[in-house]
């Protein structure tokens, strides 16, 4: 993962649950070698991806080309 600034960062993200530091914009994965057991990915407030959205509704390309 690489950084972005704080305006497109996970600790930004509606997807983002700070509590359990775990992205939630998809399913959980399944973890071990048993299928009993998923897990959402875990993140931290600075790491950022393609899938980010804030409350507004705007995503990562929307805030670089309008906000710089």
């Known amino acids: 993962r690489g950084k972005m600034n704080k305006k ?11 509590s359990d530091r ?4 998809l399913s959980p994965l399944v973890v071990g070698s048993n299928a009993v057991m998923s897990q959402f990915p ?12 804030n409350n507004k ?8 080309l309008n906000y710089g």
């Open 8 to 18: 497109i960062s996970c600790g930004q993200c509606i997807f983002w649950e700070e």
């Open 22 to 25: 775990e992205c939630r914009r």
């Open 57 to 64: 509704g705007e995503t990562a390309e929307y805030i670089m």
């Open 42 to 53: 875990t993140t931290s407030v600075d790491d950022w991806c393609g899938e980010f959205k």
